[in-house]
């Protein structure tokens, strides 16, 4: 099993919800969700880091909230108002140390180095 274990995913009608989590068996100051749908480039969602500071991407912004645990090692997606646009494999992502950048920096799948092994999210209309 990896540093990264991701759950929650499912298949769900438009209008539904869905959350997803993903236990981190270290401490990491900055964790991510990313999805990938098929033939389409890993694109981020989401990004908190252990202050709490969020970053979400422009599709997602008001539908779906990150958080995370009090242990800090546990990370959350509440996804809702879910579309079929939305379906794709979803990853869990972390980066041990912090990042000085933009929005577009901490959403990038170049700033992360430990990958989950993603969770499935479907969404039919």
Do not use: H
């Not at 990938?36 to 908190?48: D, F, M, N, T």
């Not at 546990?74 to 809702?80: A, G, H, P, R």
């Amino acid at each position: 099993q990896g540093q990264l274990v991701e759950s929650g995913g499912g298949s769900v009608q438009a209008g539904g919800t869905l959350r997803l989590s993903c236990a981190n068996s270290r401490y990491s100051y900055l964790m991510a969700w990313f999805r990938q749908a098929p033939g389409k480039e890993r694109e981020g969602v989401a990004v908190i880091d252990s202050d709490g500071t969020t970053t979400y991407s422009d599709p997602v912004k008001g539908r779906f909230t990150i958080s995370r645990g009090n242990d800090k090692n546990t990370l959350y997606l509440q996804m809702n108002s879910l579309q079929p646009e939305d379906t794709a494999m979803y990853y869990c992502a972390a980066r041990d140390a912090s990042v000085d950048g933009s929005d577009w920096i901490r959403l990038s799948k170049y700033t992360y180095p430990y990958w989950g092994q993603g969770t499935q999210v479907t969404v039919s209309s």
